[in-house]
Structure formats: C-alpha cells, structure tokens
C-alpha cells in the first residue's frame, strides 16, 4: 500500500470558516486516501498561519522532509499549500526530486500524470493572477479616493478627517514642509525624528517621532 501525508492550514481570520477548517480539511485528506487505498502515515498542521511565506511555516517545512519515493503529499487545496506561483513550483520540483507526488483534493491535481503535473502548474499561475488583478483593483481604488480627497487611510499628519474627507492642518503642513526641507539639506531620517521631539512635536497619535515615521511623512509628500 502506497503511503501518504496530509498538510492542512489556517490562518488566523480564516479558523471561523467551516469550509477550509483544520479539521475539515482533515476529514477531507483522511477520506481521500481511504479511497484511494493509501496509508495516511501522518497529518501536520499550520494552525492560525499565513501562507505567504514557505520558510515561516514549521509543520509544512517537517511534512516535506518526510516525503520519500512514491509517497503523496496531500493537501485539500492548492491555497492550504502556498500562495504564488513560485512557491508552488518550488514545493512541487522538491517533491518531483525526492520521487514523491502532491495531491490537491480541490483541484483534483494529482502529479504522479502528466496531466497532473501540467494542471498544476497552470491553476496555480492562475490563482496568483488573480490576487494580483484583486490587488491592482483595491490600489485602483485607494488611488481614485486620494485623489479626490476622500480618506483612504489613517488620517496623515498634515490633515484631519471632516465627513469623510481630508482637510490640510496648516500648522502640521508648514512642519511637513519644515521637514521636507531638512531632508533636502541632508539631515538624516533620525536626526529629524530627533529634532522634532526636542521642539516638543507630537505624532499623529501623540507619541514620538522615529526615523521610520519620518520616512513615511516624506513618502506621502513626494
């Protein structure tokens, strides 16, 4: 009997949804392979983890250096395993390697065919097209309310919020101007941080000033 392991994942604001659960997912894999006359050899789990980043995810990094020739990966979907293109390519040429197949219930891709190996490669570039085309509307949109002055953001130093829209502060803009000069006279990020606290200057939220808030007040005035 061939022998499998099953990777299930969470990430935080996902634990809720009973569809993609850890032990939906585990009921899922578990069925699979009995089936499909496989030994379910162990389940590792990412609970209340992002996908973004391979290397940050101990349970899958544990469940990969176990494959070994003619064992299956199995996971319920392609989005449990990673989340770009690259990544599942990586996860899969890793596996190809040590003679293992992955199994991804959802997509029924199962890469021991040909066929297999070829959807697999072709849903997961599409998955990250998709965020990409996501990601590109939600900038689209933020741009369109920067520019006609809405509030797409925490409210910055040099304005305040009134009904929905930003107005200049005047006082904090002439700083904001005060510290663009600075900058181009080549003071340092935190020689400025460090000028406004001796002048007694409050950040936006009333705490004090650093280089990395500095660097952002420059970025949004460029």
């Keep these: 009997m061939k022998k499998a392991i099953g990777y299930i994942r969470v990430s935080t604001e996902q634990q809720a949804d009973e569809g993609i659960s ?4 585990r009921a899922k894999i578990e069925a699979w392979c009995e089936l499909n006359d496989y030994e379910l050899v162990a389940i590792y789990e990412d609970a209340g ?48 390697s040590a003679g293992s197949d992955l199994v991804s219930l959802t997509e029924k891709i199962d890469t021991s065919s040909a066929m297999g190996e070829f959807f697999f490669t072709l849903i997961a570039a599409l998955g ?3 965020r990409k085309v996501i990601g590109e509307r939600t900038k689209a949109a933020l741009a369109h309310k920067k520019a006609i002055g809405e509030k797409y953001a925490p409210v910055p130093f040099g304005y305040k919020e009134i009904e929905g829209r930003l107005e200049v502060v005047k006082h ?28 007694g200057v409050m950040g936006k ?8 808030s500095v660097s952002c007040i420059l970025k949004r005035a460029a």
């Design 22 to 25: 850890l032990a939906a997912q």
């Design 49 to 96: 983890v992002s996908g973004k980043t391979v290397s940050k995810r101990p349970q899958l990094q544990a469940a990969l250096a176990e494959m070994k020739k003619g064992m299956a990966l199995v996971v319920y979907s392609l989005s449990r395993l990673a989340r770009s293109t690259k990544n599942c390519i990586e996860i899969a040429d890793e596996l190809k």
């Design 128 to 130: 990250q097209m998709e």
């Design 172 to 199: 904090e803009a002439l700083l904001v101007a005060e510290i663009n000069q600075k900058r181009a006279a080549g003071y340092t990020l935190q020689s400025i941080a460090h000028y406004l606290n001796e002048k």
């Design 205 to 212: 939220q009333g705490g004090k000033w650093y280089a990395s």
